[in-house]
């Protein structure tokens, strides 16, 4: 399936989705929305893909939404409104790709190549790890154009740097720099802009190379959705429940036998059809 505004690129388990529109500085539209949403949902069903990398084509990541329609950019009942997909046809409702990133049971990391402003930084909190190279200029900018924090970042952001941190950057509006932001916990890395693509790239081989698909699914949904739990107790009944399911099956033996025979791994659990009858624990 081709994407208006992104390219999808599937390379030895690594899925490279770049966002498209570099003279636009891959600004972001209500089509860009919907695409995203798909390409993760198709990564999640694909056992071919072990890890996503986000990226953005051209000299930045994703300057914010698309305003070229001016000061009804905003107005879902404009013309032109980057609320809008395509002319007449409304964006998705409830969770669009957030939560299809959110969801999605292969890793995704984010490599911000350049400004990631308003939704354009926002897209990338849910996603697991997010590096940036040297010079990026980053900003939860919403307060300072009439908005409130959208795409669900106000349960995100302080969840990632504290409630604090989280505060300051959406209160005052202002800019950052990627190493205010790795000081702060929101990155993992900052990287000269010629090694960004490489170093999230390595991070991703690692995770294809050496991990089993399933437990990877399970450990960034348990990471997640416990994340601001009270105390243990309701993870002690998951994690108990997964770790016996999983010990009497195949990837857990492939595991052991495979350090002991001091080799890679070669799992044989697919993510498609391998989940064990505990997931998803939450809708029950």
């Known amino acids: ?40 949902r198709r ?7 072990r890890v996503v990398i986000v990226t953005g084509a051209g000299r930045g990541f994703c300057a914010g939404a698309d305003i070229s329609g001016g000061a009804n950019a905003f107005d879902s009942g404009a013309e032109g409104s980057v609320a809008f997909a395509a002319p007449g046809r409304p964006r998705q409702t409830g969770g669009g790709f957030i939560e299809a990133i959110f969801d999605c049971r292969k890793p995704s990391i984010a490599a911000i190549n350049g400004a990631a402003v308003g939704v354009g930084l926002t897209l990338t909190l849910p996603m697991d790890i997010r590096l940036a190279s040297e010079g990026a200029k980053l900003g939860f900018v ?35 720099g990627p190493e205010e932001a790795f000081a702060a916990g929101l990155l993992a890395e900052v990287a000269a802009p010629g090694d960004l693509l490489d170093r999230a790239r390595s991070i991703a081989r690692e995770i294809a190379d050496n991990t089993a698909p399933v437990s990877v699914a399970l450990a960034r949904q348990m990471l997640w959705r416990f994340a601001g739990a009270d105390d243990p107790s309701a993870l002690l009944k998951v994690d108990g429940v997964l770790s016996m399911q999983l010990g009497a099956g195949p990837d857990v033996k492939e595991g052991v036998a495979a350090f002991l025979e001091k080799r890679a791994p070669a799992f044989p659990g697919k993510v498609s059809s391998d989940m064990p009858p505990a997931y998803p624990w939450w809708q029950d």
């Open 1 to 40: 399936m081709a994407y208006e505004t992104l390219l999808y690129d599937v390379e030895d388990g690594v899925l490279t989705v770049t966002l498209n529109r570099p003279d636009k500085l891959n600004a972001y539209t209500a089509v860009m929305g919907a695409e995203l949403a798909d390409a993760f």
């Open 43 to 49: 990564a999640d069903a694909d056992d071919a893909v």
């Open 142 to 176: 919403f307060a300072r154009r009439g908005l409130v924090p959208e795409a669900g970042s106000a349960w995100f952001l302080p969840r990632l740097v504290g409630l604090p941190q989280a505060l300051r950057w959406c209160l005052t509006g202002a800019m950052i």
